[in-house]
């Protein structure tokens, strides 16, 4: 069983995999998917926390037990929907619920003229515990995928790109895998690529803009804005979409990765709540709907132009990219996807569903794979995707 | 290795020990024991984190990355002392420093008649990262051993017990195992016991309001009052030690755990800094230094008396004791030994140093005994103990 909520912390997604051959060539049947929403109060938690308030610290531990129950009742669930006994799931791999994710802030190059003490500056925190989710479900767990990458110099992320390079490779075709979650990411396999030749960064926000607006306008009544068709609506600002373009982080060459720290709420309220000249407009016009719409689509076209820039910028250059292959919630949203064909007209577009991997499922079947690689001794993270100084075994082991 | 750091958190004790013979009768020479004093700035964090303050989550994940090199370092250090090479470690047992502890609010007897969901309302959380352990002294590491004796409904504390146990039981003598650390704990081991008949609990505070007392007064000049030497200058205020005596805490019987949630600052400040008629009259007399002095006296009588009073009510009653072995910093306060002596005629006193547990090293073995179980699938907590629904495997195990 793989679990994982996503910075969105919109809930917890279980998926109940049979994996059979050796590790290196996985064969991967998808039993059962479920997506258990987190209560809303738990939610507010938990976004609370991640969005970096003040809190004591007796609520990170208190909200770390909570979730791990949560995250076991979401794993039984799965077993329940395929009438499989817990007992008999050889492991649960959980990633938990990041509520904290910083990356070294020492480039890699620098970081083979310094100490390792110099250079662990990163931290990532991930909450959901896995002592609580193996004594309810009487199953093993590896959790805490990310802290070993980032101990061994690592971003700590993306973890998934393993996971496209088992399913994906090819021996003719280059191809990309595009994750549109919270975040976006892309995965990149040249045609006949080696695990050390994998490239795989977060490209920027995916839904997670997108989502925070349709909220924050909404007053919460709306999570997110279906198939994008209030985005379709609005016409794109382009002045703020060409300084938004300019950020720091677009321009910083992978391995790179990023999150609700860079685009969260703060983010929101930076660059599109808060602009003057916009609320000024809106309270002269009185005109609060079409601003909106027009501020989702800016919005949107930020997210796909940063997608399509990264891969022209980084990676493009470097092979012929046959496939796209899209998964995550983002491939609901039409016009992104409209978007993303109109820019990147060159390329293939697939969803990953025809390879077996649903697009929603992607992830919690991510960290069954890992956490049985973990399980036979064997490494989790690419090291030329994360800027890893090595491959390591990732997670701990809590037994049942 | 064993390590630990605790709620004290002056700094990280790192035990080297060789255990030999089967684990349920293992035998133990400890080769190496060394304390790495936290860097003044760390510490301040640290404390200011348990402390309750509020903080944002990313100090969290910080400094649980940081105490894991600085652990890593203690690690290595006592490596280093005894000239072993780090990559001859079986494994490392790393408690990790305490930053909230909370057991069940449920009583065990409740629990029983609920669901295992609602019952968990216990959460503890150690930090520092084993994950940056094992990859910095490449030596597996098993940490976080508290969580799954919460997770099966236990207090998660005392865990040292088990080595009492396994070093301390005796056919013909009763034994009382106490340690005076930051809090202060018993285990109790009846003669010719099984491990169902162990009983351990904390009795409440240890030196942690001695040396909170101690540093407040001196303004952090000094951490702790050597010998009791102040302590023995002061007068007991017999009217506060009665009523901190009739405390919730100390009428409840076992199991029971504590930490500086309870006994920390705010207790001293409640009970012994904001006491309106002591700083009325501090400034009307201009008299801080015998007050001061008085204050901490009965910090100490609060503290032997709690012990003895804790041994009184619960312990002697079920059995007979014949001896006393004493562990802890707590041993080098001359004040406090003699106290103990003195309401306690009836018991002979042994300081655990004679029985090859040095006073000061204790716990940190225990991590390593403990991490040494978890490696061959045995039990680390004792239910009788922890008041857990069963004998679980303690901690999560992370690769090099």
């Known amino acids: 069983v793989g679990l994982i909520s996503g910075t969105s912390a919109d809930g917890i997604d279980a998926a109940l995999v049979r994996l059979t051959g050796p590790p290196d060539q996985v064969r991967i049947r998808l039993l059962e998917f479920t997506t258990i929403a987190y209560p809303p109060a738990i939610r507010r938690r938990v976004l609370r926390l991640a969005g970096g308030e003040p809190i004591p610290v007796g609520e990170v531990s208190n909200l770390n037990f909570l979730l791990g129950d949560l995250f076991a009742e979401a794993a039984l669930e799965v077993c ?11 492991v649960i791999g959980s990633h938990g619920q990041t509520v904290f994710h910083r990356g070294p802030t020492v480039p890699r190059a620098a970081q083979e003229k310094m100490s390792p003490r110099e250079c662990s500056t990163g931290s ?61 990411n892309v995965t990149v396999i040249p045609a006949k690529a080696g695990p050390d030749e994998v490239l ?28 994008g068709r209030l985005a379709e609506q609005g016409k794109v600002i382009q002045p703020l979409l060409a300084k938004l373009l300019r950020l720091d982080f677009f321009r910083r060459p992978p391995p790179k990765s990023t999150g609700r720290e860079q685009f969260g709420d703060k983010f929101l309220a930076t660059h599109f709540l808060e602009q003057p000249a916009s609320s000024l407009e809106r309270q002269r016009l009185n005109l609060p709907e079409p ?31 046959d496939r796209l292959i899209v998964s995550g919630g ?51 993270n690419l090291p030329s995707v994360t800027g890893a100084r090595r491959a390591v075994v990732l997670g701990k082991l809590v037994s049942s």
Chains 1, 2 share one sequence.
Not at 160 to 169: A, C, S, T, W
Not at 297 to 319: N, Q
Request: charged fraction near 25%.
């Open 124 to 184: 990532t925190l991930q909450i959901a515990e896995p002592a609580v989710i193996a004594e309810r479900c009487g199953v093993r767990v590896i959790a805490d995928f990310r802290a070993a990458d980032v101990a061994a110099g690592g971003e700590g992320a993306p973890l998934v790109p393993l996971l496209d390079y088992l399913l994906l490779r090819d021996e003719e075709l280059g191809t990309v895998a595009l994750n549109i979650g919270g975040i976006a």
């Open 80 to 90: 329940r929907r395929s009438r499989l006994a817990p007992r008999r799931v050889a």
């Open 291 to 321: 601003q909106f719409k027009d501020l989702l689509r800016t919005v949107a076209e930020l997210t796909v132009r940063s997608i399509a820039g990264a891969l022209r910028d980084y990676v493009f250059p470097r092979g012929q990219i």
């Open 330 to 380: 983002g491939t609901r949203n039409q016009l992104l996807m409209r978007r993303l064909r109109e820019l990147m007209p060159e390329v293939t577009f697939h969803l990953s569903d025809d390879y077996g991997l649903p697009a929603d499922a992607k992830e919690a079947i991510a960290f069954a794979v890992l956490a049985d690689r973990s399980l036979h001794g064997l490494p989790g």
């Open 200 to 227: 795989g960064f977060d490209t920027g926000p995916g839904n997670m803009l997108l989502d925070g607006l349709v909220r924050h306008a909404t007053g919460g009544k709306r999570r997110f804005d279906a198939g």
